[in-house]
């Protein structure tokens, strides 16, 4: 059964340095999306992508922060310069079509900023 | 902005015991959706639930949506080990051009042999 999958598992970076991580999402979904949680607080949602353009942005998507879809099967999420607060676990999600198609998540990518 | 809450937040049961958890939205649901949540990894979808007095079941386990569509409930009959998570709702917003959820605060479920 098909399934996103998510680089790496656990990554753990100094303040300050720019991290990168990676979706594959599921190969037919036009809808992807990154959310974050942090240790015991809930699932947050951060940005959402359709046709190479961000579709929409929480208040915590700033200016750090940027999408890149740089060839047909991958996703990608950049934090220029990390911060203490944005460790976090980072999920991708992704779904076939806009409105009420389920979202699918991959596994997640435990960002940790020392 | 829309606000969930589920309830209880945490749960205990024994093996073979039946259990429900709630979640109430501040806000006419679109669209609920039931996911759960191993420790420290993704989200697995469980259901997903539209109209007013809708009900889904998928093994022992069943979502119901009320007619007013802010509440829904999760059951599970007879409960087993491989129940044991972190069950999330959260809510489906349709904005521009892609949809985005919202979730609660989540129940955790443990069961006790």
């Known amino acids: 059964e098909p399934e996103v999958t998510q680089t790496p598992s656990h990554q753990v970076t100094q303040m300050g340095q720019e991290v990168i991580l990676r979706c594959v999402p599921i190969s037919n979904h036009l809808y992807f999306y990154w959310y974050r949680q942090i240790l015991g607080q809930k699932v947050e949602f951060l940005v959402s992508?359709?046709?190479?353009?961000?579709?929409?942005k929480s208040e915590i998507f700033d200016d750090q922060f940027s999408v890149e879809r740089p060839d047909g099967s991958n996703f990608t999420l950049k934090i220029r310069s990390t911060k203490l607060e944005d460790s976090a676990m980072y999920f991708c999600?992704?779904?076939?079509?806009?409105?009420?198609?389920?979202?699918?998540f991959g596994p997640g990518t435990r960002l940790t900023v020392l | 902005s829309q606000e969930l809450e589920q309830s209880p937040q945490s749960l205990i049961v024994q093996e073979g015991k039946n259990l429900t958890i709630n979640c109430t939205s501040s806000?006419?649901?679109?669209?609920l959706y039931w996911y759960k949540q191993k420790y420290g990894e993704g989200l697995i979808f469980l259901m997903m639930l539209q109209k007013g007095g809708e009900e889904k079941s998928h093994e022992k386990i069943t979502a119901k949506l009320d007619e007013k569509k802010q509440q829904s409930s999760l059951h599970i009959t007879a409960s087993q080990p491989s129940h044991a998570g972190i069950y999330l709702c959260?809510?489906?917003?349709?904005?521009?051009?892609?949809?985005?959820?919202?979730f609660g605060t989540g129940t955790r479920l443990q069961v006790t042999l």
């Open positions: 959260g809510a489906g917003h349709l904005s521009g051009t892609a949809s985005k959820l919202t």
């Open positions: 999600a992704s779904s076939p079509k806009w409105g009420e198609d389920t979202q699918y």
């Open positions: 806000k006419t649901l679109y669209g």
């Open positions: 992508f359709y046709n190479n353009e961000i579709s929409e």
